[in-house]
């Protein structure tokens, strides 16, 4: 795999959308003369399709509620020592 | 959006807490998802997203207006779980002593710690095996890695949130997704 590590930075810079029209050219053409560049470059976009596929999570319903109770009531305070 | 915030952000300055509640609703699921990424634990997320709005709100009057609120609020979640992440590891001093065990180590309480069955069961999820892939990455490469592809934000946001070059973070996106290919390929 050594001999790839050019078109291992390319295929970093293509999933940052990030390359050159050059390097995007070199990468594309390399892509289609050698299996295991193609199967390293599928790994890594599956890599990223799964961990974009862990669903949204919601906070709890009583999220905000417990923020506001925890808020210092400052205003209060400085009520009362006066 | 920006201009809601500021407006309510401004609010707040002046002593109405219940805008700050509206702050909260609109960027709660963020913030959560964020720490949950992050920590890979419910009550731990909840816990640490509360603080960091809590925080925000102390620290309102050093937002400095002409900046992206989001990206301040995310870096004080972000520094958080960083933190937690941080303090976790000395706590397994395995020659500690728990408190009220009276010369117990943690030797001792090892052995029931360990394997959990029902741990093992839950873990067959695909949702919760990629979590648990997301939690093995170290530290430096998590927070890009979750800040990237789940909260979805630029390298430049990621750059500002995590105070660290553009170039730094590109790196770390690189040896993160490296790892992940390594880490997810037989999924």
Redesign the interface.
């Known amino acids: 795999m050594n001999c790839h590590e050019d078109i291992i930075e390319y295929m970093h810079d293509y999933l940052d959308e990030d390359i050159t029209s050059e390097h995007q050219e070199i990468l594309r053409n390399h892509l289609q003369t050698c299996s295991e560049c193609r199967e390293y470059f599928h790994e890594m976009k599956k890599a990223v399709a799964l961990v974009q596929s862990t669903s949204h999570i919601k906070a709890p319903d009583d999220f905000t509620a417990r923020v506001m109770a925890q808020l210092p009531k400052e205003k209060k305070q400085v009520g009362a020592k006066r | 959006m920006e201009a809601l915030i500021k407006k309510r952000i401004n609010q707040v300055l002046k002593?109405d807490?219940n805008a700050?509640?509206e702050i909260?609703?609109l960027y709660?699921?963020k913030?959560?998802?964020l720490c949950?990424?992050m920590l890979g634990n419910r009550h731990e997320a909840?816990d640490l997203?509360?603080e960091a709005?809590?925080r925000a709100?102390?620290n309102i009057h050093s937002f400095k207006i002409n900046m992206k609120f989001s990206t301040w609020l995310y870096r004080i979640a972000t520094n958080l779980c960083i933190d937690r992440l941080r303090k976790k590891k000395p706590d397994y001093h395995l020659d500690a002593e728990v408190a009220g065990t009276e010369g117990l180590n943690m030797y001792s309480q090892i052995a029931s710690d360990t394997l959990k069955p029902e741990e093992e069961v839950a873990s067959l999820e695909l949702?919760e095996s990629?979590?648990e892939e997301?939690t093995k990455l170290p530290e430096k490469y998590r927070s890009v890695?979750v800040l990237k592809?789940?909260e979805e934000l630029s390298?430049k946001e990621i750059s500002d949130i995590l105070d660290l070059p553009v170039g730094t973070v590109?790196t770390r996106?690189?040896r993160g997704?490296?790892a992940?290919?390594k880490?997810?390929?037989h999924?």
């Open positions: 002593g807490q700050f509640g909260v609703e709660k699921d913030v959560f998802q949950f990424r909840e997203a509360q709005f809590v709100f102390v949702q990629i979590q997301i890695i592809y789940i390298l590109k996106i690189h997704r490296e992940l290919r880490q997810l390929r999924f």
